[in-house]
């Protein structure tokens, strides 16, 4: 067991990485450039630089790029971008493809060692053989046609190398299926992003890892727990290569009910257009969680509490956003909006005759969060749940917020569909709030308000956890968007895109988008993972 379990004196986080050295500790977070970071790539990224930063260690930001027909610069351009989003800027920054000679050249002492052996058995006879443990009839070729065939045949992708592979000569027939002679590297004829037509085979993941984490000073690698059976394959290479070890620490994997992760079928929604792109809102991407209004913080906190488990379950989003809204709700600015769809109408037969304008506090436990313009008027929206509730209990008196008390002196419905459709009132500002059981938001009824869209959003499948076999196009969700129109109070219209607020008594929003002459401000909800969704 890799793993160490070593009592230590932190509180939050109870796990020490085995044989580590103050100031010595090399962690290192390989992204592979084929897609956009998504929140389990932020949980490998967030857990590397916690053990860098708790060992005042250093972390290593290396693009794994060993497989060009998936890679692209438009991949690692947003990764380093959504890295620094995180607040993650690695000690380094390196990619795999820098030691395709080096590893070319190990590659050839392994052969040289009798170690591997270039294989052209056809991949399905292949597969089955290592699946029952039968030897491969080119196992016991010689050294000199194993690097002819690799030097000459495979590293130009002739004809003939074209049909071969490269393997490590471990065991056929082991019970840890991964240890049965692995391919360690194949021919690719596709050009690769940073190193062009160069070379024409690729070291594969299995080979690539543990060589790159040794020569780059590596000291402890995290890998997910999936990898747990490939962990001796791991060690196999490093020993036959005579390369530095490292020490692997397993982590839990994240998955989220009702959320796909991976790159390939996140893509599929991009290019059937069932998202707008990456960081559309309803992605698990980096992108996509903060475009719904996760905070930086609230993601490290959240992966941090996550640290320790190694137990891959299949998590509720509610656990991730409950730790944002501890982030967002001391600091989030209280706003005020009001539901287009039969919006009552409150009118005061002695409120102000014309509208005036006072400050009021933003957060009322956080005067940092500053102050905003409240209009007074005669004539005010609300809600219409909030007045049908004080038309149907038979209210007396209510609480205006950020106001006072108004007595209710008539109700008016529409005949036939029961809609409240005015309240007729009189302030009473001596009134006590407590006395009140309704304490009711409400926006003056003046050109200052602002059109919104409020849109909320459903998971893009509807089975919480796709069982091996199933295909994901069988559980798409018919609807994923639901937009409301409403109206902002006037203060909407000096937030900035991306501003997280709450509308009170409604929730946290993010400012998408600002609104215009035409359109209108759009904002998204933010979960707070209490709070079940309208749809
Ligand atoms: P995909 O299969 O979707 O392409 P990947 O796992 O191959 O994703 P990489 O770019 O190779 O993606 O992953 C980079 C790092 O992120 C690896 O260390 C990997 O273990 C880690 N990682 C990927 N997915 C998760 C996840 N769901 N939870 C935790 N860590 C993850
Ligand atoms: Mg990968
Ligand atoms: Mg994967």
Same mark, same amino acid.
Not at 381 to 397: H, M, S, V
């Given at each position: 067991?890799?793993?160490?379990?070593?009592?230590?004196?932190?509180?939050?986080?109870?796990?020490d990485?085995?044989?580590?050295?103050?100031?010595?500790?090399v962690?290192? &977070? #390989?992204?592979?450039?084929?897609?956009?970071?998504?929140i389990?790539?932020? /949980?490998?990224?967030?857990?590397?630089?916690y &053990?860098?930063?708790?060992?005042?260690?250093?972390?290593?930001?290396?693009?794994?790029?060993t497989? #060009?027909?998936?890679?692209?610069?438009?991949?690692?351009?947003?990764?380093?971008?959504?890295?620094?989003?995180?607040?993650?800027?690695?000690?380094?920054?390196t990619?795999?493809?820098?030691?395709?000679?080096?590893?070319y050249?190990?590659?050839?002492?392994?052969?040289?060692?009798?170690?591997?052996?270039?294989?052209?058995?056809?991949?399905?006879?292949?597969?089955?053989?290592?699946m029952?443990?039968?030897?491969?009839?080119?196992?016991?070729?010689?050294v000199e046609?194993?690097?002819?065939?690799f030097?000459?045949?495979?590293?130009?992708?002739t004809?003939?190398?074209?049909t071969?592979?490269?393997?490590?000569?471990?065991?056929?027939?082991?019970p840890?299926?991964?240890?049965?002679d #692995?391919?360690?590297?194949?021919?690719?004829?596709?050009?690769?992003?940073r190193t062009?037509?160069q070379?024409?085979?690729?070291?594969?993941?299995?080979?690539?890892?543990p060589?790159?984490?040794?020569?780059?000073?590596? *000291?402890?690698?995290?890998?997910t727990i999936?990898?747990?059976?490939?962990?001796?394959?791991?060690?196999?290479?490093?020993?036959?290569?005579?390369?530095?070890?490292?020490?692997?620490?397993?982590?839990?994997?994240?998955?989220?009910v009702? *959320?796909?992760?991976?790159?390939? +079928?996140?893509?599929?929604?991009?290019?059937k257009?069932y998202?707008?792109?990456w960081?559309?809102?309803?992605?698990p991407?980096?992108?996509?969680?903060?475009?719904?209004g996760m905070t930086? +913080?609230?993601?490290?906190?959240?992966?941090?509490?996550?640290?320790?488990?190694?137990?891959?379950?299949?998590?509720?989003?509610?656990?991730?956003?409950?730790?944002?809204?501890?982030?967002?709700?001391?600091?989030?600015?209280r706003?005020t909006?009001?539901f287009?769809?039969?919006a009552?109408?409150?009118?005061?037969?002695d409120?102000?005759t014309e509208? *005036?304008?006072?400050?009021?506090?933003?957060?009322k436990?956080?005067?940092?969060?500053?102050?905003?313009?409240?209009?007074?008027?005669?004539?005010?929206?609300?809600?219409?749940?909030?007045?049908l509730?004080?038309? *149907?209990d038979?209210?007396?008196?209510?609480?205006?917020?950020?106001?006072?008390?108004?007595?209710i002196?008539?109700?008016?419905?529409?005949?036939?569909?029961?809609?409240?459709?005015?309240?007729?009132?009189k302030?009473?500002?001596q009134?006590?709030?407590r006395?009140?059981?309704k304490?009711?938001t409400?926006?003056?009824?003046?050109?200052?308000?602002?059109?919104l869209?409020?849109?909320?959003?459903?998971?893009?499948?509807?089975?919480?956890?796709?069982d091996?076999?199933?295909?994901?196009?069988?559980?798409l969700?018919?609807?994923?968007?639901?937009?409301?129109?409403a109206?902002g109070?006037?203060n909407?219209?000096?937030?900035?895109?991306g501003d997280?607020?709450?509308?009170?008594? /409604?929730g946290?929003?993010r400012?998408? /988008?600002?609104a215009?002459e035409?359109? #209108?401000?759009?904002?998204?909800?933010?979960p707070d993972?209490?709070?079940?969704?309208?749809?």
């Amino acid at each position: 067991n890799n793993n160490s379990s070593k009592k230590t004196h932190k509180a939050n986080f109870n796990i020490d990485l085995k044989d580590a050295q103050d100031g010595k500790v090399v962690t290192r &977070f #390989p992204p592979e450039p084929s897609g956009y970071l998504h929140i389990g790539h932020a /949980k490998a990224a967030i857990l590397n630089k916690y &053990f860098a930063d708790m060992y005042h260690g250093k972390l290593i930001i290396r693009f794994d790029d060993t497989n #060009p027909a998936k890679e692209k610069m438009e991949y690692q351009d947003s990764i380093i971008e959504d890295l620094q989003l995180l607040g993650i800027k690695g000690d380094r920054l390196t990619f795999s493809s820098d030691y395709f000679d080096e590893m070319y050249n190990l590659a050839i002492n392994m052969i040289k060692e009798n170690k591997a052996y270039c294989d052209d058995t056809p991949l399905e006879t292949m597969r089955a053989e290592r699946m029952d443990g039968i030897k491969s009839k080119r196992r016991d070729a010689s050294v000199e046609e194993n690097l002819d065939i690799f030097t000459n045949e495979m590293k130009n992708a002739t004809e003939k190398g074209l049909t071969y592979c490269l393997r490590a000569k471990i065991s056929y027939d082991i019970p840890n299926k991964a240890l049965r002679d #692995p391919v360690i590297y194949r021919c690719n004829l596709i050009p690769h992003h940073r190193t062009g037509t160069q070379w024409k085979m690729y070291p594969t993941y299995d080979f690539c890892v543990p060589v790159v984490d040794s020569i780059e000073g590596v *000291t402890h690698a995290l890998r997910t727990i999936e990898y747990r059976d490939r962990n001796p394959q791991y060690v196999w290479m490093q020993e036959a290569l005579h390369l530095r070890p490292v020490h692997i620490w397993d982590f839990a994997r994240v998955n989220f009910v009702r *959320t796909l992760l991976s790159k390939r +079928k996140l893509q599929w929604f991009v290019d059937k257009k069932y998202v707008s792109n990456w960081d559309d809102p309803r992605f698990p991407t980096v992108r996509g969680v903060r475009r719904r209004g996760m905070t930086v +913080k609230g993601l490290t906190d959240f992966v941090i509490s996550q640290g320790p488990s190694k137990n891959i379950i299949n998590l509720d989003w509610s656990s991730i956003w409950a730790f944002n809204k501890k982030v967002i709700d001391p600091i989030a600015p209280r706003h005020t909006a009001v539901f287009k769809k039969d919006a009552c109408l409150i009118s005061l037969s002695d409120g102000p005759t014309e509208k *005036t304008i006072e400050k009021r506090p933003k957060h009322k436990k956080n005067p940092d969060v500053g102050e905003k313009d409240v209009i007074y008027t005669s004539s005010l929206l609300i809600d219409q749940d909030d007045a049908l509730a004080i038309a *149907t209990d038979g209210d007396k008196e209510i609480t205006l917020m950020d106001w006072g008390n108004i007595v209710i002196v008539n109700v008016v419905k529409d005949e036939t569909s029961e809609v409240v459709k005015e309240i007729q009132g009189k302030l009473n500002l001596q009134g006590d709030f407590r006395k009140t059981k309704k304490k009711i938001t409400w926006l003056a009824n003046t050109d200052d308000k602002v059109e919104l869209d409020l849109v909320d959003f459903d998971h893009l499948i509807t089975k919480d956890k796709l069982d091996e076999g199933d295909n994901f196009e069988d559980f798409l969700t018919p609807k994923t968007e639901f937009h409301t129109p409403a109206y902002g109070d006037v203060n909407v219209s000096q937030m900035k895109e991306g501003d997280i607020i709450q509308f009170e008594r /409604k929730g946290y929003y993010r400012l998408d /988008k600002a609104a215009t002459e035409s359109s #209108p401000a759009v904002f998204f909800t933010v979960p707070d993972g209490k709070t079940v969704s309208k749809y």
